[in-house]
């Protein structure tokens, strides 16, 4: 279940520009891609809550350092409020942009619909690598929707954005990330954190 939470939005950021030329059901697909996205997470809670762990390995990067997944209960709670938020911020968005006559609207679903993936992928994160890896792509896919304007103002905005967030991600985070591999030998989150006895 956590690829087809992932899977969704990923697939949506797909098909949305697809569907550009057709405003009602580009928007109808986003509505149902969001409220499917939510009732999947919803639909892991019980396990969640009576602690199982639903998990997803995909490949292994290094010796013992994988691109995986693992749902927690505070996981699980972030999953629900991202997903939950993206049905509210579809229906206000299709109000705003149409009224206002907004330029790029299916390029702002589309990039919307790849931030939820990203912010999911955070939140089911298994390690230190998946987190970065998510969280570099949360912040790339919601350059878009802060320069989505297009004109100097959102522009600016946008690189402001961009220089902090990936200065500090690869400034501080990456580096701290190798060095807790140095140190632990691992990036797998852990009761007790990945340097406990460290």
Not at 70 to 75: A, I, K, S, V
Request: zero cysteines; a positive charge; glycine letters at 14%.
């Amino acid at each position: 279940m956590l690829a087809v939470a992932l899977a969704l939005p990923l697939g949506g950021a797909l098909l949305i520009p697809l569907l550009g030329r057709w405003p009602n059901l580009r928007e109808s697909v986003t509505l149902l891609l969001s409220g499917g996205v939510f009732l999947v997470v919803g639909g892991l809670a019980g396990q969640v809550l009576s602690g199982g762990r639903p998990g997803l390995q995909l490949i292994e990067v290094l010796p013992g350092l994988f691109l995986a997944f693992e749902l927690e209960p505070l996981g699980l709670l972030f999953a629900l409020v991202a997903s939950g938020l993206w049905i509210l911020t579809s229906a206000y968005s299709i109000g705003y942009m149409r009224s206002h006559g907004e330029e790029h609207q299916t390029r702002y679903y589309a990039f919307f619909a790849v931030a939820i993936a990203g912010a999911l992928g955070v939140a089911f994160a298994r390690n230190m690598f998946t987190l970065f890896l998510f969280y570099e792509m949360l912040t790339l896919s919601t350059y878009p929707l802060v320069t989505h304007h297009g004109d100097e103002r959102a522009r600016r905005a946008g690189r402001v954005y961009l220089g902090v967030l990936l200065s500090t991600s690869i400034g501080l985070l990456l580096l701290a990330m190798l060095w807790t591999w140095q140190i632990a030998g691992t990036l797998e989150f852990r009761p007790g954190g990945i340097l406990g006895g460290k």
